[in-house]
């Protein structure tokens, strides 16, 4: 896990070097200034040295311009290189997800992922700061100061060593209880994005049924869920402070009644005033640091259950890679399934696809039809492999799609999906998903094809009307039209529709599947369809029985020979006569 987040600091390793060295000139300093401290106390103050006092003063101010100016430095090199660690881990973590297949995406919910990338990254990225400056300064400052005290008197300093014991059973008590705790909070994190994602995602629908109250519940319930456990670790995490006071106050009594007590009875022979006053400076000086320390290992016990959230997805391999010698070219849109089985499950005890196999000619419109959870989205998902099939293969111009290279395969295989997914931006950008380079013309061509032309030319600024997150701002069958505009700019050797007209009208679904069939006769059209006549027109039409085919033929075959087709044709022509 380290070793995988180290990798993150890459261009930054200068600044994450500097700053533990800017630290520890920075911890020189500060030691040398109680010790010079002493000196002009002793040499100075108590002898009335007018002259060393000054002298002393300006070493003293040039120690601690010093001493600043490393500090300066060393918070400037920390900051830059732990912002630019938690850049390159989001920047890790985004484009590792990006290699993601459905199935690994699977593994993690979207709310998951988000809190992974913003929270956690967060959290680490703290982490990361203390670790290269206070980790550093804390541990130096600890050694060094023991080391002048223990030169300066070493019976007194020994009660230091007392106290360590104390703390590390305390600290390591702490680290115990509590990272469990943060681990359970985290993925409560979880479902609490996810509430929200869901809630605003549907707010539409929440607000039709009157359903606030019971959105409030659900996110009061898991909110209260975090504050409890966040409590829990908090309370134990302040235990931590009484617990260094304690500390702390019990080593300044025990040293400044000894010192004062030595100093009287030695009469200045074994502890100066001076002496006495620098051994009370590098008390603070060590407890300080103890109990940064302590400070550190509490953030540690955080950032650590954070970092194995993340480096759980960093390590995440996916499960869909390019071959070693891949196919750089589909030869056509010809499409065959032979044997195939599938399961989302590695295990289940159904397959969700039971032995398909199938024949589809280059060019030809395949109607696919079929009940609720009959398994045409996932039959269609296998294409553009976006799954892998369990057993069998699907072939792409007479060639596996696991011998392709991912990226030439997916850009001739064009996909409008259930759910229409438009992007911030404007119309514009958002078609030029399907090709970058295309010109206004070809826009404004692919547009008329899905019949999306006339009612983008109604906005008041035509092509560059700004679509808001989720195309919210335009309707069902606008989404839909756009989304099919947006596939046909791709120009593919296989174009799939998996229930995308289900939101326009007869009519305009009529229109666009006549100008598939004269402008694009070469590509090979795959449409899933709840509505017959959606289908009824195309070469063949599939159906689909519980993953299984129930049959495959012409509109007037399965009229004729298809006992569940005729049904879903009679009902649905009964309705339109009515």
């Known amino acids: 896990m380290i070793k995988r987040l180290s990798a993150c600091i890459r261009e930054y390793k200068r600044d994450t070097i500097l700053s533990p060295i800017y630290v520890t000139l920075e911890v020189v300093m500060d030691?040398?200034?109680?010790?010079?401290?002493?000196?002009?106390?002793?040499?100075?103050?108590?002898?009335?040295?007018?002259?060393?006092?000054?002298?002393?003063?300006?070493?003293?101010?040039?120690?601690?311009?010093?001493?600043?100016?490393?500090?300066?430095?060393?918070?400037?090199?920390?900051?830059?290189?732990?912002?630019?660690?938690?850049?390159?881990?989001?920047?890790?973590?985004y484009h590792h997800v990006q290699d993601f297949s459905f199935t690994n995406i699977d593994n993690f919910s979207t709310a998951s992922l988000v809190t992974r990338m913003t929270t956690d990254v967060t959290n680490v990225q703290n982490s990361f700061q203390m670790l290269i400056r206070i980790a550093v300064r804390c541990p130096i400052m600890l050694i060094f100061a023991l080391v002048m005290a223990f030169q300066i008197n070493a019976s007194l300093a020994w009660i230091f060593l007392v106290v360590l014991p104390i703390l590390a059973v305390g600290l390591a008590l702490m680290m115990t209880k509590v990272h469990p705790i943060f681990k359970r909070v985290f993925k409560t994190y979880d479902k609490l994005n996810s509430v929200v994602q869901e809630n605003l995602r549907g707010i539409r629908v929440v607000k039709s049924f009157v359903r606030e109250d019971h959105e409030i519940k659900k996110f009061d319930k898991v909110?209260?869920?975090?504050?409890?456990?966040?409590?829990?670790?908090?309370?134990?995490?302040?235990?931590?402070?009484?617990?260094?006071?304690?500390?702390?106050?019990?080593c300044m009594i025990m040293i400044s009644w000894m010192g004062a007590k030595l100093i009287i009875t030695s009469h200045g022979s074994s502890m100066t005033t001076g002496e006495l006053m620098s051994m009370i400076s590098y008390i603070m000086q060590i407890l300080m640091s103890l109990m940064m320390v302590s400070m550190v290992f509490m953030m540690i016990i955080m950032a650590r259950a954070s970092a194995e959230r993340i480096s759980q997805v960093l390590t995440e391999e996916p499960s869909i890679e390019d071959?070693?010698?891949?196919?750089?070219?589909?030869?056509?849109?010809?499409?065959?399934?032979?044997?195939?089985?599938?399961?989302?499950?590695?295990?289940?005890?159904?397959?969700?696809?039971?032995?398909?196999?199938l024949e589809i000619h280059s060019g030809e419109t395949i109607g696919i039809i079929g009940g609720t959870g009959s398994s045409k989205s996932s039959l269609v998902q296998l294409i553009p492999r976006l799954y892998d099939v369990t057993s069998g293969c699907v072939k792409v111009g007479g060639i596996d799609v696991r011998n392709y290279d991912l990226e030439t395969l997916r850009n001739e295989v064009a996909m409008v999906l259930q759910k229409n997914v438009l992007f911030s931006g404007t119309i514009k950008e958002n078609l030029r998903w399907g090709n970058e380079n295309a010109t206004d013309e070809e826009l404004v061509h692919v547009c008329q094809l899905a019949q999306a032309d006339s009612f983008i030319r109604q906005f008041p600024k035509g092509y560059d009307t700004y679509i808001e997150q989720g195309g919210s701002n335009v309707s069902g069958?606008?989404?839909?039209?756009?989304?099919?505009?947006?596939a046909l700019l791709k120009k593919p050797k296989i174009l799939i529709l998996d229930d995308s007209t289900s939101a326009v009208d007869t009519k305009t679904d009529a229109l666009i599947r006549k100008a598939f069939a004269t402008e694009i006769p070469d590509t090979t059209k795959l449409i899933i369809a709840q509505r017959i006549s959606s289908v009824q027109d195309a070469d063949k039409i599939l159906v689909l029985d519980n993953g299984k085919i129930g049959a495959f033929g012409t509109h007037e075959e399965l009229l004729a020979t298809n006992t569940i087709y005729r049904e879903v044709y009679e009902s649905q022509t009964r309705k339109e006569d009515r």
């Open 31 to 93: 030691v040398l200034i109680p010790l010079l401290m002493a000196k002009l106390i002793d040499n100075g103050v108590d002898k009335g040295d007018l002259s060393y006092i000054v002298k002393m003063g300006l070493i003293l101010v040039v120690c601690c311009i010093v001493s600043l100016t490393f500090g300066a430095l060393s918070g400037r090199s920390a900051a830059i290189a732990s912002a630019g660690f938690g850049k390159n881990l989001r920047h890790d973590l």
């Open 223 to 250: 909110s209260s869920q975090i504050y409890s456990d966040f409590k829990k670790a908090e309370i134990l995490i302040s235990l931590n402070n009484p617990l260094m006071n304690f500390c702390v106050y019990a």
């Open 323 to 357: 071959p070693v010698n891949p196919v750089m070219q589909v030869p056509d849109g010809s499409i065959s399934f032979e044997d195939v089985v599938f399961s989302y499950a590695r295990h289940a005890e159904h397959p969700v696809l039971d032995h398909i196999n």
């Open 477 to 486: 069958g606008q989404r839909q039209r756009l989304c099919i505009a947006r």
